[in-house]
C-alpha cells in the first residue's frame, strides 16, 4: 500500500523520486525523464495506468516500466498529476489548465477512478474561473499551444476562444477586470484605490481597443482563429481591423510609419505578463492579408500600402501580392502620395517600384469599387466620401509622376504609360502632367526633340490654364513645335475672355441707357480685337502676346495718372473754398498776400512809403490775379482726360 503521509518528491539528474520511504515498484519514463513511483496511487487514480499495468503484469517481475508518449504538457505537468495521486496539494493556475485538463484526459483519471479525480476537478476551475475571467482566457488560450491537438478534442480552446470573444465586444469596467491604465490603483469592483482605501470614484469606460495588446501574444495561429471566431459574432469590422494592423505592426518591423495611431501606450490588464510568440513574419503577412475585412478607410489604405512594402521585402506569395495590390486599388482615391512611393527593392535600375502602382492604378479602373467605408468611420475621419474619386486619383497620379520624373533610368515609354492609364475625363485641367513632363525634361536633357514632342502628345493644350500656357511659352526645354502649339490656344484663351467682356460689357449698358464713355471705350474694344485679329494673321502669335502684354501696362499707366490728377484736382477745389471764405476779414492786402504767399509789388509813385494806397490793388484783385492762372493750367490738363 501507498504511504499514509506522502512529504513531497525529490530529483536527481533525470530521475523522480518520492519521499515515501518505500522503495518504487514502478517507473514511469515522459521526454527522457524517469519517475519512480509506486503501483497503488497511480493504479487507483490513473485508468490509463491501470490498463497498462494489467497487460504487462507478470508474476516474476517485482518492478514494472512503462513509456508514455506524448505526453500533453511534458514531465512538469506529470509530475502535477503524480502529486495528485499522492495525495500532495496542488495548485490550479490559467497557466497549467490546459495542459492538466489535457493531461488528466491522457492518463484517463475520470471519477470512475476516483470521486472528484483530477478530470472533474480541473473541469470545474476551467467553467467556474478560466471562462469568467479575461486575463485567465487570454493566459490559458497561450499556454495550449504546447497540448493543441488534445485540446482541440476536448472543445477547451474553442470555448476560450469564444468567451474572449465575448468579452471583447463588452465594457471591462462592468465586470470590473483591471486595465494597466490605472494599474494596481483600481480595485476589484473598478473604482479607483488611494493607498490601498476605495475611493467610490468609478472610472471611465475603456476604449474600444483595449484588448489589442493581450491578444497581440498569440501565435499567428491562434490569432487567426480568434479573429474568425470574433468575425461570425458579430463584432464591427473596424475593431476587427484595428486588432489586426495593431498585431502587424507589433510583429513586422517596418509597419510602424504606416499605422496612423495616436497613443504610445500599450492597454492591457494589469500584472499580466506575457511571452511575445515567436513568428514567422513571411507567413504572418499572408495570414494577415486573409484576415483583413474587406472595406475601405483613409487611415486603411495607409496601412495596406505599407504592408505592401513590406510583402514586397519579404517576397511573398504572388496571390498574397496581387490581392494587396487590389485591395489598394479599389481604394486609390484615399491613398497618399508619400505611400505610392514605393522604392524598388529588386534589381530594377529605377528608384521606385512603377509597375506596381501602375497595376494598382489597372485595379482602380477596372474594378468596380464594392467596399464600403467603416462605420462609424473611426478609420476615415478625412474621407469625404462626395468626392469625386477619379479626379482625385488624377491629381494624386500626376503628384506622383512629378517626383518620379527626376529618375534619370525612369524610361519615356513607362511615364507615358502611367499618364495614360487614366481615362482623358478625369483631368480637367493637364497643368499636373505640364509640370511632371517638364521635370522629367529637366532630368532627362539628353533626349530629343521627336522623343519630347512624343511624351508632349499626352497633355491636351486646351486643358492648360493660362499661366500654365504662360510658362511653356517660354520654356526652352519645349520643342518649337510644342510652344507654337501652346501660342495658339494662349491667343484662343485671350479672345474667349475678351469676348466675355464684351458680352458683360453689352448686358451693363443695356439697361442703364447713358453710354456715351461706355460706347466709346465698347468701340475702343472691339477696335482692338479686330486689330488683334489683323496682328494674328500679320504677324503670328508672338507678336499678339506681346501687344497684349504692352496694352495691358499702358492701361495701368492710364489709371495711375487719372488717379493722380483727380487728387490734384481736389486740393485746388478745397484752396479755393478756403480763399472764399477768408477774404472778407482781411484788413490788409499785404496780410492776406503773406497768408496765401503773395508778394505785392510797390508801384514808382510811392517806392518812399511803406502804407499801401487807395490805388494799390484790393485783396480780391491780389487773389484773383495770382490764382487764376494756375488753376487754369491744371484745368486745361485734366480736361484732356
Known amino acids: 500500500m501507498a504511504p499514509a503521509k506522502v512529504s513531497g518528491f525529490h530529483r536527481q539528474g533525470n530521475d523522480w523520486f518520492c519521499n515515501a520511504g518505500l522503495p518504487s515498484d514502478i517507473t514511469i519514463i515522459v521526454d527522457g525523464i524517469n519517475f519512480h513511483l509506486h503501483k497503488f496511487p497511480l493504479v487507483s487514480k490513473c485508468g490509463k495506468i491501470a490498463s497498462i499495468f494489467e497487460e504487462h503484469q507478470s508474476a516474476d517481475d517485482n518492478s514494472f516500466t512503462t513509456q508514455l508518449e506524448e505526453f500533453p504538457g511534458g514531465p512538469d505537468i506529470f509530475l502535477f498529476a503524480a502529486k495528485f495521486c499522492y495525495g500532495i496539494r496542488v495548485e490550479f493556475t490559467a497557466r497549467n489548465m490546459m495542459s492538466v485538463y489535457c493531461a488528466a484526459d491522457y492518463l484517463e483519471m475520470t471519477d470512475e477512478y476516483g470521486e472528484d479525480n483530477l478530470l472533474s476537478k480541473a473541469e470545474s476551475f476551467f467553467h467556474k474561473n478560466v471562462l469568467r475571467n479575461w486575463k485567465d482566457c487570454i493566459l490559458a488560450l497561450q499556454s495550449s499551444e504546447s497540448c493543441m491537438p488534445r485540446a482541440e478534442k476536448l472543445h477547451i480552446v474553442q470555448k476560450c476562444l469564444n468567451a474572449v470573444s465575448m468579452m471583447a465586444c463588452t465594457d471591462p469596467s462592468l465586470f470590473g477586470w483591471p486595465m494597466m491604465m490605472y494599474g494596481s490603483l483600481q480595485s476589484p469592483g473598478g473604482s479607483i484605490l488611494w493607498n490601498g482605501i476605495n475611493t467610490g470614484a468609478r472610472i471611465r469606460s475603456a476604449e474600444s481597443d483595449w484588448w489589442f495588446e493581450d491578444i497581440s501574444y498569440f501565435s ?8 474568425r471566431t470574433m468575425e461570425a459574432r458579430g463584432i464591427r469590422p473596424e475593431h476587427l481591423a484595428g486588432a489586426i494592423m495593431y498585431y502587424a ?3 513586422l518591423p517596418g509597419l510602424g510609419r504606416w499605422h496612423s495611431t495616436q497613443s504610445g501606450k500599450a492597454r492591457t490588464v494589469a500584472s499580466f505578463s506575457l ?14 492579408e486573409r484576415l483583413l475585412p474587406k472595406k475601405k478607410g483613409k487611415s486603411f489604405c495607409r496601412f495596406l500600402l505599407g504592408l505592401l512594402r513590406v510583402a514586397l521585402i519579404l517576397g511573398v506569395n504572388q ?6 495590390e487590389r485591395r489598394i486599388g479599389m481604394q486609390l482615391e484615399l491613398a497618399s502620395l508619400d505611400g505610392l512611393l514605393i522604392p524598388s527593392y529588386s534589381d530594377s535600375d529605377t528608384l521606385y517600384n512603377t509597375d506596381c502602382v501602375e497595376r494598382i492604378i489597372h485595379h482602380f479602373v477596372s474594378s468596380e469599387s464594392g467596399l464600403t467605408l467603416f462605420s462609424p468611420p473611426s478609420l476615415d475621419l478625412e474621407t469625404s466620401p462626395s468626392s469625386e474619386p477619379l ?12 517626383e518620379v520624373a527626376s529618375d534619370v533610368n525612369l524610361k519615356p515609354g513607362k511615364i507615358r504609360s502611367l499618364a495614360e492609364v487614366l481615362p482623358e475625363s478625369s483631368r480637367p485641367l493637364h497643368d499636373g502632367l505640364y509640370r511632371a513632363l517638364d521635370i522629367y525634361f529637366k532630368a532627362h536633357p539628353w533626349l530629343s526633340d521627336r522623343e519630347k514632342e512624343e511624351l508632349c502628345n499626352i497633355i491636351d493644350y486646351q486643358k492648360l490654364s493660362v499661366d500654365a500656357c504662360a510658362h511653356a511659352s517660354q520654356n526652352e526645354r519645349l520643342p518649337l513645335r510644342v510652344i507654337l502649339q501652346v501660342l495658339f490656344f494662349e491667343q484662343m484663351h485671350l479672345r474667349t475672355a475678351l469676348a466675355g467682356c464684351l458680352n458683360v460689357l453689352e448686358a451693363e449698358s443695356a439697361p442703364t441707357g447713358h453710354g456715351t464713355a461706355t460706347a466709346e471705350m465698347a468701340g475702343h474694344v472691339t477696335a482692338t480685337s479686330e486689330t488683334a ?7 503670328g502669335w508672338v507678336t499678339v502676346v506681346r501687344e497684349n502684354r504692352v496694352l495691358k501696362v499702358d492701361m495701368e499707366k492710364m489709371r495711375s ?16 473754398k478756403r480763399v472764399t471764405k477768408s477774404h472778407s476779414s482781411l484788413s490788409s492786402p499785404r496780410i492776406g498776400g503773406r497768408k496765401f504767399g503773395c508778394k505785392l509789388l510797390p508801384r514808382s509813385s510811392d517806392a518812399q512809403t511803406d502804407v499801401v494806397g487807395s490805388t494799390g490793388p484790393t485783396p480780391r484783385s491780389s487773389v484773383e490775379q495770382a490764382c487764376p492762372s494756375h488753376h487754369s493750367k491744371h484745368r486745361k490738363s485734366f480736361s484732356l482726360f
Open 275 to 288: 511571452t511575445p510568440a515567436t513568428v514567422d513574419q513571411k507567413v504572418l503577412l499572408e495570414s494577415i
Open 391 to 402: 479626379r482625385k486619383v488624377a491629381r494624386l497620379i500626376d503628384s506622383y509622376l512629378a
Open 220 to 227: 499567428v495561429g491562434l490569432f487567426e482563429r480568434l479573429i
Open 319 to 324: 496571390t498574397c501580392q496581387d490581392s494587396l
Open 249 to 251: 505592426r507589433k510583429h
Open 561 to 576: 495718372r487719372v488717379g493722380e490728377l483727380e487728387e490734384e484736382f481736389s486740393k485746388i477745389k478745397q484752396e479755393m
Open 533 to 539: 485679329g489683323q496682328i494674328v494673321q500679320r504677324d
